[in-house]
């Protein structure tokens, strides 16, 4: 007879808070709009009815946008997972365009055994960026997620990966 596997942890299945870091290191060859050679692009955020508009911090003209920026955001999980990270193009006077977004699955990443081992170290991962009007790549990011209960975030502060400023010789 099949191996059964381990029955399912029921104390896993209870929901419990959770703060969600996301750490944003750079853009790579992102596809400005439509007539474009260049944009000036920022960051959303999007978990459940939480959302972070990165508007302020937008990148004038570049495909290569260096972020450098972390995040964090309230998560209940099991509950809604889906943290959709959205590129945009900032625009002065018209509506700011979508560039591209990829979307994260935070409950599959926590309850995932690969995950788990990771700790206390997270792999950077070059996530695709996507629209729906398209199959091709419209650009990617560099970046990294923690998931981290109250008392460890409350322990360890959102790290500040912030660009250092230039050297003068």
Known sequence: PPKSEAPIDVAALVSRQYVVRVYILD???L???EGNTK???YLTLTLGK?????RDHHIRNTVMPEFYRGFELPATLPGISQLTITVKDWNRFMSDEVIGSTTVDLENLWF???Y???KPVVPIEHRTLGVPTSLLSQGKLSMWVEILTASAAAASPLIDISKPP???F
């Not at 939480?50 to 990165?54: A, E, V, W, Y």
């Open 116 to 118: 788990q081992g990771l």
């Open 50 to 54: 939480t959302t972070i508009n990165d």
């Open 31 to 33: 596809c400005p709009p």
């Open 39 to 41: 944009a000036d692009p």
């Open 166 to 168: 230039p050297e003068e």
């Open 112 to 114: 995932s055994k690969d």
């Open 27 to 29: 853009g790579y060859r």
